[in-house]
T-cell receptor
Framework: AQKITQTQPGMFVQEKEAVTLDCTYD???????LFWYKQPSSGEMIFLIY??????QNATEGRYSLNFQKARKSANLVISASQLGDSAMYFC?????????????FGKGTRLSVIA | DAMVIQNPRYQVTQFGKPVTLSCSQT?????MYWYQQKSSQAPKLLFH???????NEADTPDNFQSRRPNTSFCFLDIRSPGLGDAAMYLC?????????????FGDGTRLSIL
């Protein structure tokens, strides 16, 4: 079964608008970490934001925020005031359990295109 | 001030000819990872080192080996590359294996097989 599901293969957003990229996850472990990465066409993976399963508040990092709904097992990434440089592939990833020798599992990604 | 450096950015090799990809880090992180990413797919973990302890993923082909001679360097060796091994190879590091530790990636090496 898919551990991480990103249902939007591609998204378009107008420059300066906000956009939400969906991510749902599947785990029975109470402790886990959720990550979002950005991958521009040049290939490098850039860490954006992290949310721990026990964190009480939604994570925020500059223009990035994470809409964490634990009961629904969703961790959507919100990008505010989109910029042309935000055009990239975005991956949601999970690590379970919270500590220990466990791999990071990635979703299939969402390709975001920002339109001028 | 790149922190995870992969060389080369692009590598072309012949079918069956061994190839080595390199990764170095200036972060002094304990853990180093190698991922394979094929076109339009998510990265797939091949193996990782926690310090000198090597951890191989169950479905990593025997064709793929890794070496970590010291904290800073890690190598990916592909003994007899096949056409299916053409991919982007990503190296990543993390301070330790805690669940809240993000992985820091290099720019990747894009491997082509002729």
């Amino acid at each position: 079964a898919q551990k991480i599901t990103q249902t939007q293969p591609g998204m378009f957003v107008q420059e300066k608008e906000a956009v939400t990229l969906d991510c749902t996850y599947d785990t029975s472990d109470p402790s886990y970490g959720l990550f979002w990465y950005k991958q521009p066409s040049s290939g490098e993976m850039i860490f954006l934001i992290y949310q721990g399963s026990y964190d009480q508040q939604n994570a925020t990092e500059g223009r990035y925020s994470l809409n964490f709904q634990k009961a629904r097992k969703s961790a959507n990434l919100v990008i505010s005031a989109s910029q042309l440089g935000d055009s990239a592939m975005y991956f949601c990833a999970m690590r379970e359990p919270y500590s220990g020798n466990t791999p990071l599992v990635f979703g299939k990604g969402t390709r975001l295109s920002v339109i001028a | 001030d790149a922190m995870v450096i992969q060389n080369p950015r692009y590598q072309v090799t012949q079918f069956g000819k061994p190839v080595t990809l390199s990764c170095s880090q200036t972060l002094n992180h304990n853990v180093m990872y190698w991922y394979q990413q094929k076109s339009s797919q998510a990265p797939k973990l091949l193996f990782h080192y926690y310090d000198k302890d090597f951890n191989n993923e169950a479905d990593t082909p025997d064709n793929f080996q890794s070496r970590r001679p010291n904290t800073s360097f890690c190598f990916l060796d592909i003994r007899s590359p096949g056409l299916g091994d053409a991919a982007m190879y990503l190296c990543a590091t993390s301070r330790d294996q805690g669940g809240d530790q993000p992985q820091h990636f290099g720019d990747g090496t894009r491997l082509s097989i002729l």
